[in-house]
């Protein structure tokens, strides 16, 4: 990272109240909202350890890919510092089906 970061206590990504969900389908016609994250709100400075566990299913790969910036949440917002670039690091047996071909391509590369 830049520079610019370093011994800052200033947040360089903040998370205000993000939810995702997704709607899952449940015979032909009808559909489940499923929420994965709801309500989410933290702060991460230059130099933050983030830790995330949990079970199957329970947001650890969203939370992730909302940090990389891959995907964007469906309430709350995110911050982040100006030209702060970030990676997403997974291991990933196949495409994610909400993504285009495209993103999946970035996302696995």
Do not use: W
Not at 26 to 31: A, N, P, S, V
Not at 61 to 87: C, E, F, W, Y
């Amino acid at each position: 990272m830049s520079g610019d970061y370093q011994n800052s206590t200033d947040p360089i990504i903040t998370f205000s109240d993000v939810s995702v969900s997704y709607s899952l389908r449940h015979g032909l016609l009808r559909r489940k909202k499923f929420v994965v994250l709801k309500d989410i709100s933290f702060d991460l400075s230059q130099g933050d350890s983030l830790g995330v566990i949990g079970c199957n299913g329970c947001g650890k790969s969203t939370l992730l890919q909302l940090l990389a910036g891959v995907m964007s949440p469906d309430s709350g917002s995110i911050n982040r510092k100006p030209h702060l670039r970030t990676s997403l690091l997974t291991i990933q047996l196949g495409f994610v089906d909400y993504l285009s071909g495209t993103e999946n391509a970035i996302l696995s590369g």
